[in-house]
């Protein structure tokens, strides 16, 4: 997992190909303005544009997860957003099956920490990172880039 703000993105472009792109991308549009919804913006890269109620831990880890073949850069345009984080490899407890089409599988374990991105941070999360977000108070607007690995 990485944490940082969106001026320093450029340090992790060696990471993955798309990297580059996908902040590209959003340092090109007027990301406060992106309408809600799912846009492929290339080969192997999805923006899904998230505007909702920010929840409570309890009820955000229900959906604790993870993903096999997408790696998650989530960007906050109004927040702050809470997250909950574990390493894949602590997690004992499936919560069912991996779902291949939606590429995602679930977990019933505890996360090890919480951290808070404010406006115009983001967090890259890979597959081994097990996460839950959307909690905060009010109303939450993020970015979520899937990566195609």
């Known amino acids: 997992m990485i944490v940082d703000s969106l001026q320093s ?18 340092n090109q549009n007027n990301i406060s303005t992106l309408e809600e919804g799912t846009f492929e913006i290339g080969e192997g890269l999805k923006v899904i544009v998230i505007v909702g109620e920010g929840t409570t831990k309890e009820e955000s880890i229900k959906g604790f997860e993870c993903h096999d073949k997408n790696i998650d850069i989530q960007i ?3 927040g702050p957003e809470t997250f909950a984080w574990k390493p894949r490899e602590k997690c ?7 779902n291949d089409e939606r590429d995602v599988r679930f977990f019933y374990d505890k996360p090890d920490m919480f951290f808070e991105l404010q406006e115009k941070q983001f ?14 108070e009010g109303t939450l607007k993020k970015i979520v880039i899937k990566v195609k690995i």
């Open 9 to 26: 993105a450029a340090k992790y472009f060696s990471l993955h190909p798309n990297f580059k792109k996908a902040f590209d991308y959003v």
């Open 123 to 136: 967090a890259i999360l890979f597959p081994e990172d097990v996460h839950a977000a959307m909690i905060g």
């Open 76 to 78: 906050s345009i109004k």
């Open 92 to 98: 004992i407890s499936p919560n069912g099956d991996y």
